[in-house]
């Protein structure tokens, strides 16, 4: 008898663990703070990196999004103690890298990272791949949102890609609730990607 209320203490505990730290985790996400994109249009997309890599907290050093090329323009607004810079391919992407000249960002601080934009000119879905590098750590947020979990895909993502919804006309009513995060255990990082020397 005392051996089952181990084993149902030790699952209690376990639960109620994992509820902490989903608590206190969440991805990398965009924010709009109640401000609809609208096709065509400028406005201020916000990246927001809520915490560091891997268990050891480490903090984030470097950022790089990636926008395809429907994207009109983008460029990000001055963060302290953040250099940032925007290449654009031929192909018409774009890379925006933030550079911390400093430690960087905290594990345990949220960061803002504005970019003021012109959204795409037509209305729809758009995911924005993200590098969140943390020294030689790397979240790699650019997973497919799936619909359900499949034989060959798992739900919820693992690195959710950050994506924003581009609507057509300005009577679209807000739906979501601003400044709020999805919740959930994120993973472990990846090492990141040595370039290659050709």
Do not use: E
Request: some cysteine; aromatic content about 8%; overall charge positive.
């Amino acid at each position: 008898m005392s051996s089952m209320k181990f084993v149902v203490a030790t699952t209690v505990a376990t639960v109620a663990s994992l509820a902490l730290a989903a608590g206190a985790s969440a991805h990398a996400t965009l924010n709009l703070y109640g401000k609809d994109a609208i096709a065509n249009k400028t406005g201020t997309l916000t990246l927001t990196i809520p915490h560091g890599c891997g268990p050891g907290g480490l903090s984030t050093t470097k950022i790089v999004m990636q926008l395809s090329s429907a994207w009109q323009a983008a460029k990000p607004t001055a963060v302290a103690g953040w250099t940032s810079s925007v290449k654009r391919a031929a192909n018409g992407q774009r890379a925006l890298t933030w550079t911390a000249t400093g430690s960087g960002l905290p594990n345990a601080q949220v960061g803002d990272f504005p970019i003021t934009v012109r959204w795409p000119r037509k209305a729809g879905t758009y995911n924005t791949p993200t590098a969140q590098y943390c020294g030689t750590q790397l979240m790699d947020w650019k997973d497919p949102f799936n619909a359900a979990a499949d034989g060959d895909l798992p739900y919820p993502a693992t690195y959710p890609v950050p994506r924003v919804r581009v609507h057509a006309a300005a009577t679209h009513t807000p739906t979501a609730v601003t400044g709020s995060f999805p919740i959930s255990i994120c993973p472990l990082p990846r090492a990141a990607r040595q370039p290659t020397r050709s």
